[in-house]
Every structure is written in C-alpha cells, then in structure tokens.
C-alpha cells in the first residue's frame, strides 16, 4: 500500500455521540458555548471529520434543538479541511438539515445516514425494515448531490447484534454487507464506515469480517471504507481497530474518553486519545498530536463528564 499503509483519518464523534445522550436537565452544562469550543479544538487540532449533531427531534435528543444547533453551526462556520458530519435518520431530518442552513448555501455540513446490516436492529432502531429505509434515503441522496451536499454513510450492526429480549446474536452475512457498500457508494456517499455498535466483535472477528468483505469486493474503496467499533472496554475497541488496519482499513471512529452508545444496547466508543496513543506507538501517523489530543479529553472530563450524569435509556 505504500506510503498510505503508514497513515490513516480518525473522525471524533464526541459532540455528536455524547450530545443525544444528554439529559434535559444537564442543558446548561452541555451549552452551546462548551461544544463550540470543543469542535473548535478539534478542528485546530487537525481533525479531518467531526461528528456535531443529529438531527432528530429534541424530544428524543433535547441537546439538538434548532436553536442550539444554529447557534453552534453559525459559530464553527465554513470549515475547509475538515468534514463537519452531521446524521440525519429520515425524510424528517434532511428538511431540518436544510432548514437548518446546514447545506452548501451556509454552513456545508457532511450530511451523514444509516441503516443496519441486520433487519432486527434497523427496526428496532429506527422503527422500519432496511428496504424501506433504503428507499427513502434514495430519495435524499438524489436531492442531496443535486444541491453539492457531500455524503457519508453507515453501515450498524455489521459485526453482529444481540438481540435484548432474547439474547440471540445474529450476524449479518459478508456478502450481504458488501452489497449494502456497493449500494451506498453507488448512492454518491464519500465514505462508508461499517460499526460494531454492541462490541460483539473479538479480534479475529473483526479481521475475518472485514477480509472476506474487502475480498469479495477485491479491494474497491478500500480507501472509503471507515471503522466504528463499540466495547466495554476501550482497550479491546483499540485491539479491533488494529485488526481492522491490518485488513487495509485506514478510517477509524473514536469519542474522547470512549463516551457514547445507544438506545439498543451500545456500549462507549473507542477513546479517541487512546487511539490516537496506539497508532503513534506503532509507527502509524494520525497527523494529531497525542499530548493535544489527551489534553482536550481531559478538559472534557473536568468540564462535562464529571459533572452530567447520562441516562442510560436515552437513544443515540
């Protein structure tokens, strides 16, 4: 792979994570001033891709209502170098991101969208089966590329799901998440990141998932093609992302101080320092600097996770 074998892109995904996790009464500890500084930090800390918000109703995440995210898109601006991601569920939510001044026209915002690689869980997560889902983001995308919104995509559950009530994993079949790529690169997204949300994934999973995927579609993007793993444990999320580089995989999600998760039964990201730490260590360059990097997580831990105490019921 050459030179790129030696360097890869971490998206942070700690406003927009941790934000749908946090409790109305915790409102003005997550103000719109604090996530402003933050996004700003990051952005001069020299990441390539954010993600700052979701747009989906302030009853279901109260720290994403229109006021709030205008006010802090207003303050970030138009960012060159640097993707500012923004999730959309549904029709609902592109008309708010456009709504908004999210679009090219103000602030050019990434747009991201996602759907599952198991029908268990795109239903349980967003309340309909994958075809229709796919459908609908059809639509989107068309309108989208039509206006020079740029696109990401994900792709949950493809390392597994466990269903709650039962207990069961399933897994999704490789050939099935390769065609889900196919179709979402066909669709115009940029990048597509595969995410093991309930960090049912080993180290070997991890590999063996992700080879037969990149094999069957013989290496195409391998490029575009990001990793988001969830796990109790950082250190075992940081261990998978390492498998994951070993297949070729050079896009990798994390969250400073590995917060995050899910209505259906996510665990916390991968920490974004330690992530950044373990690729240093083996000689793969970030393009961040590590002691930034730990310095902002541990402002983020004074300054919010020590103070709001998350619900675990609140959705992603």
């Known amino acids: 792979m050459g030179e790129s074998a030696n360097k890869v892109i971490i998206t942070d995904v700690t406003l927009r994570e941790y934000g749908q996790n946090v409790p109305p009464q915790f409102l003005p500890v997550f103000s719109p001033q604090i996530r402003i500084e933050i996004?700003?930090?990051l952005i001069r800390l020299g990441f390539k891709g954010i993600e700052v918000f979701s747009c989906v109703h302030p009853r279901v995440a109260p720290a994403m209502s229109k006021e709030a995210i205008q006010e802090i898109a207003k303050a970030i601006g138009n960012v060159e170098n640097c993707d500012i991601i923004t999730l959309i569920?549904?029709?609902a939510g592109y008309k708010n991101f456009l709504d908004?001044?999210?679009g090219?026209?103000?602030?050019?915002?990434?747009?991201?969208?996602f759907f599952s690689a198991l029908e268990a869980h795109n239903v349980l997560n967003l309340g309909r089966s994958i075809k229709e889902t796919v459908g609908e983001y059809k639509g989107i995308a068309r309108d989208a590329i039509s206006k020079g919104i740029r696109l990401f995509a994900y792709i949950s559950a493809a390392f597994g799901f466990r269903e709650p009530e039962r207990g069961h994993l399933l897994r999704a079949k490789s050939g099935d998440i390769a065609g889900y790529l196919d179709l979402?690169?066909?669709?115009?997204?940029?990048?597509?990141t595969l995410s093991d949300l309930q960090g049912v994934a080993d180290q070997e999973y991890t590999r063996k998932l992700l080879e037969d995927v990149l094999n069957l579609r013989k290496g195409k993007d391998i490029g575009n093609i990001g990793y988001h793993p969830h796990h109790e444990s950082g250190h075992k999320a940081v261990v998978n992302s390492m498998a994951a580089h070993e297949t070729g995989i050079r896009r990798f999600d994390a969250s400073l101080g590995g917060t995050g998760g899910c209505v259906t039964g996510a665990p916390g990201n991968q920490p974004t320092e330690a992530l950044v730490r373990f690729f240093e260590e083996k000689g793969i360059q970030t393009g961040l600097k590590q002691d930034d990097v730990s310095a902002l997580a541990e402002f983020i831990e004074k300054e919010l996770y020590r103070k709001i105490t998350l619900s675990e019921e609140k959705p992603r």
């Open 39 to 41: 996004a700003q930090r």
């Open 89 to 91: 569920p549904n029709k």
């Open 100 to 102: 908004f001044g999210l």
């Open 104 to 113: 090219p026209d103000g602030c050019n915002h990434t747009i991201g969208f």
């Open 184 to 192: 979402l690169f066909d669709l115009g997204a940029s990048v597509v």
